[in-house]
């Protein structure tokens, strides 16, 4: 065993926000209040909820604000929205009661970030370093993500620095986590475990977050990677839902149900079900009307059998 493997992991669950937004579907809002409440009763005390774009750029969470209204989860949940500029944290903040935690992002690709949001990386950081003030005054939890930080379709190879460097910035605006996204799934699990150990090393105090995409299939491995550098904090999607609009055809969030299956075996804890996690997969897969990806899903938890008498 590593002598860096935390023994205790902190999951938060994205499909409602991030697996939501890149379904073809545009779920009913019933049906997603239906689905959050499922996981709210998984144990999970993260979950992102909503994102304040312009319904037109994502019509999918065009109803944010009734399913932050309407859902009903244990006290004990902190929900997380996610803001892509001070207009969309203007529109949050009028229902600033809904929400305990605000996501501000920003791509370490040039060319990702322009193509996703429009704006060159340092205008979206001079935004995202005022928004981060905003959100810390008003007694709101601040977490930073930073897309493409393994790698971009674009450009390439991503210097492990230049990542850093974004990340101590949001961590001197005010930032309490900082989350690292395998946007497109390029990371690798060799890659992963060296970026992790750098990370934790350069943002002590920091919660340091690790999101991979498994669209090319390296997923649990590279979370793996993460774990056993130290990272004891991870976000992943019910079902495998979701993935990154752009470019097209960058799918695939990690499973919250294959995440879980794998620590729980080997004995990290992460204070959630698993078989109430795959029931809600499951529903998740009812309302979209298609077999869904996660290996959980369909083979169910590990079951052991008991050792004859």
């Given at each position: 065993?590593?002598?860096?493997?935390?023994?205790?992991?902190?999951?938060?669950?994205?499909?409602?926000?991030?697996?939501?937004?890149?379904?073809?579907?545009r779920?009913?809002?019933?049906?997603?209040?239906?689905?959050?409440?499922?996981?709210?009763?998984?144990?999970?005390?993260?979950i992102e909820?909503?994102?304040?774009?312009?319904?037109?750029?994502?019509?999918?969470?065009a109803?944010?604000?009734?399913?932050?209204?309407?859902?009903?989860?244990?006290d004990?949940?902190?929900?997380?929205?996610?803001?892509?500029?001070?207009?969309?944290?203007?529109?949050?903040?009028?229902?600033?009661?809904?929400?305990?935690?605000?996501?501000?992002?920003?791509?370490?690709?040039?060319?990702?970030?322009?193509?996703n949001?429009?704006?060159?990386?340092?205008e979206?950081?001079?935004?995202?370093?005022?928004?981060?003030?905003?959100?810390?005054?008003?007694?709101?939890?601040?977490?930073?993500v930073?897309?493409?930080?393994?790698?971009?379709?674009?450009?390439?190879?991503?210097?492990?620095?230049?990542?850093?460097?974004?990340?101590?910035?949001?961590?001197?605006?005010?930032?309490?986590?900082?989350?690292?996204?395998?946007?497109?799934?390029?990371?690798?699990?060799?890659?992963?475990?060296?970026?992790?150990?750098?990370?934790?090393?350069?943002?002590?105090?920091?919660?340091?977050?690790?999101?991979?995409?498994?669209?090319?299939?390296?997923?649990?491995?590279?979370?793996?990677?993460?774990?056993?550098?130290?990272?004891?904090?991870?976000?992943?999607?019910?079902?495998?839902?979701?993935?990154?609009?752009?470019?097209a055809?960058?799918?695939?969030?990690?499973?919250?149900?294959?995440?879980?299956?794998?620590?729980?075996?080997?004995?990290?804890?992460?204070?959630?079900?698993?078989?109430?996690?795959?029931?809600?997969?499951?529903?998740?897969?009812?309302?979209?009307?298609?077999?869904?990806?996660?290996?959980?899903?369909?083979?169910?938890?590990?079951?052991?059998?008991?050792?004859?008498?």
């Amino acid at each position: 065993m590593s002598t860096h493997r935390p023994d205790r992991v902190h999951i938060r669950e994205v499909g409602p926000r991030d697996g939501f937004q890149n379904e073809p579907e545009r779920i009913a809002t019933d049906n997603k209040v239906r689905l959050i409440n499922a996981l709210g009763r998984a144990g999970f005390k993260r979950i992102e909820v909503a994102s304040f774009v312009r319904p037109d750029v994502i019509p999918q969470l065009a109803d944010g604000v009734q399913v932050l209204e309407r859902i009903d989860v244990p006290d004990d949940v902190s929900l997380m929205v996610l803001v892509p500029n001070s207009k969309g944290l203007d529109n949050a903040l009028k229902v600033r009661h809904l929400f305990h935690e605000v996501a501000v992002f920003v791509s370490a690709s040039e060319t990702h970030n322009k193509k996703n949001v429009n704006r060159t990386v340092d205008e979206t950081m001079a935004d995202n370093d005022v928004m981060v003030g905003r959100i810390r005054a008003e007694g709101l939890r601040c977490a930073a993500v930073i897309a493409t930080s393994f790698g971009c379709p674009y450009e390439g190879r991503i210097e492990l620095k230049r990542v850093l460097d974004i990340a101590e910035r949001f961590a001197e605006a005010g930032a309490t986590e900082v989350g690292f996204g395998d946007t497109t799934g390029m990371a690798n699990p060799a890659y992963a475990g060296e970026f992790f150990t750098a990370a934790l090393e350069r943002l002590p105090g920091v919660e340091v977050t690790a999101h991979f995409h498994n669209t090319r299939g390296q997923g649990l491995a590279n979370a793996f990677a993460a774990l056993e550098a130290g990272c004891s904090s991870f976000e992943s999607s019910f079902g495998e839902l979701g993935g990154c609009p752009v470019p097209a055809g960058s799918t695939g969030n990690i499973a919250t149900e294959d995440l879980v299956s794998m620590f729980h075996e080997m004995g990290v804890a992460t204070g959630l079900s698993l078989p109430a996690i795959i029931e809600a997969a499951r529903e998740a897969q009812s309302v979209l009307g298609r077999t869904l990806t996660s290996h959980s899903l369909i083979a169910g938890p590990v079951n052991w059998p008991s050792s004859a008498a």
